[in-house]
């Protein structure tokens, strides 16, 4: 029994981390989620867990958390934050992409409170110390702003997720729903048309870039219609196969977030109770 327990707990971990990834996406719950008893302990030891892919939701998590102001203090301050992500930056087994986006949540967490000065310092020394466990081969992340026609609701939202999820190379990714675009973080050698190509493989939404011109205007610049080559995210574990993940239901969970609050709450509920019984006994 207790075999088949600890079997069918990667499942739930990883579930589970994905809800709250989705509901810190809405900058609606992003407090209530930080002020919760359970949920910031619990997005903590899930940076020290096995499935690669559970630490990486964790960080999107803390990414999303970390952008409301108000949550930072709090987050740098909670016991074991910023010894966890010091771990996952240095531990050589961690991905290029997840060592990078751990770098990114620390940067931002320990220039709360700081001097402009010492922030600058700061973030200097960890940009130089991510580059060094990273390798020379990987060079400093780029951000790439998207304009995606068709992203009008929280199951578009959802599609355009999974697809960015799959692609090797990229880091985090913001949406800003009011105006269909997507701030997505990408390893520097990852080819910007990668994304649009992986957001056509939807066939209900199509990529754009957003550039600005000499004079700083903004300007929508289409992707060729040739697709790329996407290389693949690999690190899903035998156990856990594509077509039986946990993210293909979310769904149900995602269309609650922000357009019905008592969703958000139930589910910052069932993901508390989830890491109290696996961690707090």
């Given at each position: 029994e207790k075999m088949n327990s600890a079997m069918s707990e990667e499942p739930d971990a990883l579930s589970v981390v994905n809800q709250l990834r989705d509901l810190a996406a809405d900058p609606l719950n992003r407090r209530a989620i930080v002020q919760d008893q359970g949920c910031l302990p619990g997005l903590i030891l899930f940076l020290d867990h096995p499935n690669p892919q559970v630490v990486h939701s964790a960080l999107l998590a803390l990414r999303y958390l970390a952008e409301c102001r108000v949550n930072r203090e709090k987050m740098k301050s909670e016991l074991g934050m910023m010894l966890s992500l010091q771990n996952v930056i240095q531990k050589t087994t961690t991905p290029g992409e997840t060592k990078l986006l751990a770098s990114e949540v620390y940067d931002v967490l320990q220039s709360s409170n700081m001097s402009d000065m010492d922030n600058a310092n700061e973030?200097?020394?960890?940009?130089?110390?991510?580059?060094?466990?990273?390798?020379?081969?990987?060079?400093?992340?780029?951000?790439?702003?998207?304009?995606?026609?068709?992203?009008?609701?929280?199951?578009?939202?959802?599609?355009?997720?999974?697809?960015?999820?799959?692609?090797?190379?990229?880091?985090?990714?913001?949406?800003?729903?009011?105006?269909?675009?997507?701030?997505?973080?990408?390893?520097?050698?990852?080819?910007?048309?990668?994304?649009?190509?992986?957001?056509?493989?939807?066939?209900?939404?199509?990529?754009?870039?957003?550039?600005?011109?000499?004079?700083?205007?903004?300007?929508?610049?289409?992707?060729?219609?040739?697709?790329?080559?996407?290389?693949?995210?690999t690190d899903l574990p035998e156990y856990l196969p594509e077509d039986e993940s946990p993210t293909k239901e979310q769904d149900k969970a995602v269309s609650r977030v922000g357009s019905h609050p008592e969703g958000a709450a139930s589910w910052l509920s069932t993901a508390a109770n989830f890491l109290s019984r696996s961690f707090y006994w």
């Amino acid at each position: 029994e207790k075999m088949n327990s600890a079997m069918s707990e990667e499942p739930d971990a990883l579930s589970v981390v994905n809800q709250l990834r989705d509901l810190a996406a809405d900058p609606l719950n992003r407090r209530a989620i930080v002020q919760d008893q359970g949920c910031l302990p619990g997005l903590i030891l899930f940076l020290d867990h096995p499935n690669p892919q559970v630490v990486h939701s964790a960080l999107l998590a803390l990414r999303y958390l970390a952008e409301c102001r108000v949550n930072r203090e709090k987050m740098k301050s909670e016991l074991g934050m910023m010894l966890s992500l010091q771990n996952v930056i240095q531990k050589t087994t961690t991905p290029g992409e997840t060592k990078l986006l751990a770098s990114e949540v620390y940067d931002v967490l320990q220039s709360s409170n700081m001097s402009d000065m010492d922030n600058a310092n700061e973030m200097n020394y960890r940009r130089r110390k991510a580059q060094f466990f990273l390798g020379s081969t990987n060079k400093r992340a780029k951000t790439v702003v998207l304009h995606i026609d068709g992203l009008d609701d929280s199951s578009r939202r959802n599609l355009c997720e999974e697809a960015l999820l799959k692609i090797k190379g990229v880091i985090s990714f913001t949406f800003q729903m009011a105006v269909q675009r997507c701030v997505v973080r990408i390893r520097s050698d990852l080819k910007a048309e990668a994304l649009a190509t992986a957001i056509a493989s939807t066939k209900v939404m199509k990529a754009q870039q957003v550039v600005k011109s000499e004079s700083g205007e903004e300007m929508l610049v289409p992707f060729q219609d040739t697709p790329v080559e996407v290389e693949q995210n690999t690190d899903l574990p035998e156990y856990l196969p594509e077509d039986e993940s946990p993210t293909k239901e979310q769904d149900k969970a995602v269309s609650r977030v922000g357009s019905h609050p008592e969703g958000a709450a139930s589910w910052l509920s069932t993901a508390a109770n989830f890491l109290s019984r696996s961690f707090y006994w």
